[in-house]
T-cell receptor, first 116, second 117 residues
Framework: AQKVTQAQTEISVVEKEDVTLDCVYE???????LFWYKQPPSGELVFLIR??????QNEISGRYSWNFQKSTSSFNFTITASQVVDSAVYFC?????????????FGGGTRLMVKP | SQTIHQWPATLVQPVGSPLSLECTVE??????LYWYRQAAGRGLQLLFY??????ISSEVPQNLSASRPQDRQFILSSKKLLLSDSGFYLC????????????????FGPGTRLLVL
């Protein structure tokens, strides 16, 4: 069965610091998809990124970057020069291929607090 | 573009009362639809999902039920609320599963905060 672990339950940083959120996953499938979502205080989950298991290229989007390491089953998320607006709970999720419901397995989430 | 709506945004209900939460999606056809619950300070729990009208799969046995009377409408119900039903309820949609080996992204609505007293 699949599993996603976000070992950091809470992280607190000062504005402009870089911060990395860890995500480790378990799956028996050779083809799978990984996601990151952001949940700001308003509650809505905002989709950030989706990564396919056959594409190990890392991705950068502005201050956000993602490091996919298949060898260590990790999909870590780094925010560079953090800002107060980055304060939120971040969820990592896994979806196995051939899953007709497109269902996700979520990690427990990491609460990021960015202080001014 | 696609949008997803949920209402009400907030609800306070007494124990034993019925519940009806509604979710609708615009701008797409035959979406997969999902109901999640998030208890205070905790992760997301998938409650139900639907791949088509009248097709509901339950992930967790409980006193809640779901229905999909129309293609883009998903309803979460209860006949008698429990204190433990309090939480944040999120609806999500995705494109239908089309190809073997391909998974679609889920997009979430704004959520409904339910407090059962």
């Amino acid at each position: 069965a699949q599993k996603v672990t976000q070992a950091q339950t809470e992280i607190s940083v000062v504005e402009k610091e870089d911060v990395t959120l860890d995500c480790v996953y378990e799956t028996r499938d050779t083809t799978y998809y990984l996601f990151w979502y952001k949940q700001p205080p308003s509650g809505e989950l905002v989709f950030l990124i989706r990564r396919n298991s056959f594409d190990e290229q890392n991705e950068i989007s502005g201050r956000y970057s993602w490091n996919f390491q298949k060898s260590t089953s990790s999909f870590n998320f780094t925010i560079t020069a953090s800002q107060v607006v980055d304060s939120a709970v971040y969820f990592c999720a896994l979806s196995e291929a051939n899953n007709a419901g497109n269902m996700l397995t979520f990690g427990g989430g990491t609460r990021l607090m960015v202080k001014p | 573009s696609q949008t997803i709506h949920q209402w009400p945004a907030t609800l306070v209900q007494p124990v034993g009362s019925p519940l009806s939460l509604e979710c609708t999606v615009e701008g797409t056809s035959n979406p997969n639809l999902y109901w999640y619950r998030q208890a205070a300070g905790r992760g997301l729990q998938l409650l139900f999902y639907s791949v088509g009208i009248g097709q509901i799969s339950s992930e967790v046995p409980q006193n809640l039920s779901a229905s999909r009377p129309q293609d883009r409408q998903f309803i979460l119900s209860s006949k008698k609320l429990l204190l433990s039903d309090s939480g944040f309820y999120l609806c999500a949609w995705s494109l239908p599963w089309r190809l073997a080996g391909l998974q679609e992204t889920q997009y979430f609505g704004p959520g409904t905060r339910l407090l059962v007293l």
